[in-house]
T-cell receptor, first 112, second 115 residues
Framework: TQLLEQSPQFLSIQEGENLTVYCNSS?????LQWYRQEPGEGPVLLVT?????EVKKLKRLTFQFGDARKDSSLHITAAQPGDTGLYLC????????????FGKGTKLTVNP | GAVVSQHPSWVICKSGTSVKIECRSL??????MFWYRQFPKQSLMLMAT?????????EQGVEKDKFLINHASLTLSTLTVTSAHPEDSSFYIC???????????FGPGTRLTVL
């Protein structure tokens, strides 16, 4: 079973600080997705990365897919309270499966 | 973007009753939908894969007779929790897969509380 390990599990920072969340696996993924989920709501897709070494930017968020497609990172610059939420990485386990395997998530709290 | 809706957003029921949750893809057709369960402060746990026009595929440990899934059209999948008990109380989320590299779009979730 392909697993996705996310770190850190919890992160509490002050507004304006930078942070990086990691998503690692020992297996190769054809793609990885990052979602943000707020309490009582469904996950919202932030980005899908497909190509090894790919970097995508979404305003203050920068996503990177590892060259070997085994890991990904999410970097947030100048975090704001509105960035607070549960960040989840997910990817298809391969073998033609349409399912997604999820990391356990990173609970980010940005304090004003 | 792809929009997925769920109904109801929350439901409270008595132990022993059945509850149906609907998942709809609003602006696209979804041959495959997924049902997840999420406990407080935990990640999503896949329950089953719902395929239009065929039987759902359940994950190991998920009782198919308890969690009935019907995917009768390309835009609607339903999850029925039969004979619900308090331990079935949870946040149930559906998603729909669109064409592309495995991208799924999620509904807003349904909070089920069984008394």
């Amino acid at each position: 079973t392909q697993l996705l390990e996310q770190s850190p599990q919890f992160l509490s920072i002050q507004e304006g600080e930078n942070l990086t969340v990691y998503c690692n696996s020992s297996s190769v993924f054809s793609s990885l997705q990052w979602y943000r989920q707020e309490p009582g709501e469904g996950p919202v897709l932030l980005v899908t990365v497909v190509t090894g070494g790919e970097v995508k930017k979404l305003k203050r968020l920068t996503f990177q897919f590892g060259d070997a497609r085994k890991d990904s990172s999410l970097h947030i610059t100048a975090a704001q309270p509105g960035d607070t939420g549960l960040y989840l990485c997910a990817g298809p386990p391969g073998g033609g499966s349409e399912k997604l395997v999820f990391g356990k998530g990173t609970k980010l709290t940005v304090n004003p | 973007g792809a929009v997925v809706s769920q109904h109801p957003s929350w439901v409270i029921c008595k132990s022993g009753t059945s509850v149906k949750i609907e998942c709809r893809s609003l602006d696209f057709q979804a041959t495959t939908m997924f049902w997840y369960r999420q406990f407080p402060k935990q990640s999503l746990m896949l329950m089953a894969t719902s395929n239009e026009g065929s039987k759902a595929t359940y994950e190991q440990g998920v009782e198919k007779d308890k969690f009935l899934i019907n995917h009768a059209s390309l835009t609607l999948s339903t999850l029925t929790v039969t004979s619900a008990h308090p331990e079935d109380s949870s946040f149930y989320i559906c998603s729909a897969r669109v064409q592309g590299p495995g991208t799924q779009y999620f509904g807003p979730g349904t909070r089920l509380t069984v008394l």
